[in-house]
T-cell receptor
Framework: GENVEQHPSTLSVQEGDSAVIKCTYSDSASNYFPWYKQELGKGPQLIIDIRSNVGEKKDQRIAVTLNKTAKHFSLHITETQPEDSAVYFC?????????????FGQGTILTVHP | GAVVSQHPSWVICKSGTSVKIECRSLDFQATTMFWYRQFPKQSLMLMATSNEGSKATYEQGVEKDKFLINHASLTLSTLTVTSAHPEDSSFYICSARTGALDTQYFGPGTRLTVL
């Protein structure tokens, strides 16, 4: 089955700096890659996603890049703010019998220091 | 749009009792709903996939007789933890997907504590 590796497990930045989180996946048939933000005691919130026919997508301070050849994708947050502090999860949705199912990475605890 | 609710948000029960958790899509029809389990400081683990009007598909290692899932309508799925034991204590989260798109929208989660 699909395997998603996420790094780093923790990331600490100063307010205003950029943060980058990277994920690799194993199933070359995967074609959908969402990123979720989870605050303590809450459910994951979709913040951005990308599909395999696109190499990059941006939404204000958040961007995601995808390299299908290398099977990795990254989340970029610019001008970080304290409210960006949370756990971030990447995920992939595989093809075939795994269509529509999300496989999650291990998560990254992002701390933005004011 | 794309709001998913869960009820209750937290529940405490005695060992041996059953607990039902509801997942509702509030502003869209969910052809597929998913149930996840999350232990503290860990990632989300898919438990089962449910499609409206059909039996749920469980992931390997998930006891279907212990975690009963019903998806009776396009806006409601329920997860019943039967004969709960302390090791079933966890954060249970549902998600919903509409149509053919992959996008899953998550509920706020239900914290289950079994004494």
């Amino acid at each position: 089955g699909e395997n998603v590796e996420q790094h780093p497990s923790t990331l600490s930045v100063q307010e205003g700096d950029s943060a980058v989180i990277k994920c690799t996946y194993s199933d070359s048939a995967s074609n959908y890659f969402p990123w979720y933000k989870q605050e303590l005691g809450k459910g994951p919130q979709l913040i951005i996603d990308i599909r395999s026919n696109v190499g990059e997508k941006k939404d204000q301070r958040i961007a995601v890049t995808l390299n299908k050849t290398a099977k990795h994708f990254s989340l970029h947050i610019t001008e970080t703010q304290p409210e960006d502090s949370a756990v971030y999860f990447c995920a992939s949705s595989g093809g075939g019998t795994s269509y529509g199912k999300l496989t999650f990475g291990q998560g990254t605890i992002l701390t933005v220091h004011p | 749009g794309a709001v998913v609710s869960q009820h209750p948000s937290w529940v405490i029960c005695k060992s041996g009792t059953s607990v039902k958790i509801e997942c509702r899509s509030l502003d869209f029809q969910a052809t597929t709903m998913f149930w996840y389990r999350q232990f503290p400081k860990q990632s989300l683990m898919l438990m089962a996939t449910s499609n409206e009007g059909s039996k749920a598909t469980y992931e390997q290692g998930v006891e279907k007789d212990k975690f009963l899932i019903n998806h009776a309508s396009l806006t409601l799925s329920t997860l019943t933890v039967t004969s709960a034991h302390p090791e079933d204590s966890s954060f249970y989260i549902c998600s919903a997907r509409t149509g053919a798109l992959d996008t899953q929208y998550f509920g706020p989660g239900t914290r289950l504590t079994v004494l």
